[in-house]
């Protein structure tokens, strides 16, 4: 299974401004990825990612997890596990997490400063491929959101690596009317997708080859993220800035 860690932060998830105290790390690595979009690709299955949630607020904090679907794959279930660490958390169902939107673990764990919790996600493609996007809030005893992550799971089935080839050129940006997106030895089934920071799509077509023209004049000013997505699996996503 291949893992791309995108290298933008999202504003919109990492809460800065409020000095919550709460860094999250996948387990195993010292980056902290608090407002970030992780990236899973791989072959349909149970995928899964594990993160260290730390508290450094400089006092004990109460934290429990709600997970929200920012884009649902039809036909797949998510779940996930919670708490100070593997042996003690707690870990819900399929049965019991995937209906609900948003979802909130029912059980808090007391964090002491300086410890780190268990939250273990997963996405369970049941033969389904393509791509389903969870955001992953650490929330405290008030239900407040300290800080979050999102997971992007993209699963292939039986699709040559070297059939994903594609070579993309995006331009300009910032972009103001037009934002030209090139597409070389691309073949097929290349489609562009651009959300905004809310993660609701505002443009979404298939490529041809050649230079694609996208009107973007009628779009807000702001942050914006396009994927290129070919046979259902994400090849890159980058930010793109649109300033009229």
């Given at each position: 299974?291949?893992?791309?860690?995108?290298?933008?932060?999202?504003?919109?998830?990492a809460?800065?401004?409020?000095?919550?105290g709460?860094e999250?790390?996948?387990?195993g690595?010292?980056?902290?990825?608090s407002?970030?979009?992780?990236?899973?690709?791989?072959p349909?299955?149970?995928?899964?990612?594990?993160?260290?949630?730390k508290?450094?607020?400089?006092g004990?904090?109460?934290?429990?997890?709600?997970?929200?679907?920012?884009i649902?794959?039809?036909?797949?279930?998510?779940?996930?596990?919670?708490?100070?660490?593997?042996?003690?958390?707690?870990?819900?169902?399929?049965t019991f997490v995937?209906?609900?939107?948003?979802?909130?673990?029912?059980?808090?764990s007391?964090?002491?400063?300086?410890?780190?919790?268990?939250?273990?996600?997963?996405h369970?493609?049941?033969?389904?491929?393509?791509?389903?996007?969870?955001?992953?809030?650490?929330?405290?005893?008030?239900?407040?959101?300290?800080d979050?992550?999102?997971?992007?799971?993209?699963?292939?089935?039986?699709i040559?690596?070297?059939?994903?080839?594609?070579?993309?050129?995006a331009?300009?940006?910032?972009?103001?009317?037009?934002?030209?997106?090139?597409?070389?030895?691309?073949?097929?089934?290349v489609?562009?997708?651009?959300?905004?920071?809310l993660?609701?799509?505002?443009?979404?077509?298939?490529?041809?080859?050649?230079q694609?023209?996208?009107?973007v004049?009628?779009?807000?000013?702001?942050?914006y993220?396009?994927?290129?997505?070919?046979?259902?699996?994400?090849?890159?996503?980058?930010?793109?800035?649109?300033?009229?």
């Amino acid at each position: 299974m291949r893992k791309l860690i995108t290298l933008f932060s999202l504003g919109f998830l990492a809460f800065s401004g409020q000095a919550q105290g709460i860094e999250i790390f996948l387990t195993g690595e010292d980056v902290d990825v608090s407002g970030t979009v992780v990236n899973i690709d791989g072959p349909e299955g149970d995928m899964h990612q594990d993160f260290d949630v730390k508290n450094i607020s400089g006092g004990t904090l109460t934290l429990r997890i709600e997970r929200v679907k920012i884009i649902e794959l039809a036909g797949t279930e998510d779940y996930l596990c919670w708490g100070a660490n593997p042996e003690t958390g707690s870990c819900y169902s399929a049965t019991f997490v995937a209906p609900l939107n948003p979802f909130i673990s029912p059980d808090a764990s007391d964090m002491e400063d300086g410890s780190s919790g268990w939250l273990s996600t997963h996405h369970t493609t049941l033969g389904v491929s393509g791509c389903a996007q969870y955001r992953y809030y650490v929330i405290d005893e008030t239900d407040a959101r300290l800080d979050s992550v999102d997971l992007m799971f993209c699963s292939t089935v039986g699709i040559e690596e070297e059939n994903l080839s594609v070579e993309v050129k995006a331009f300009p940006n910032p972009a103001s009317n037009v934002l030209n997106v090139n597409l070389a030895n691309g073949g097929q089934n290349v489609k562009f997708e651009l959300v905004n920071v809310l993660g609701e799509s505002v443009v979404n077509l298939t490529l041809s080859e050649g230079q694609n023209a996208i009107n973007v004049d009628k779009l807000p000013n702001g942050i914006y993220f396009y994927s290129i997505v070919k046979n259902g699996t994400i090849l890159e996503t980058k930010k793109l800035m649109v300033k009229h």
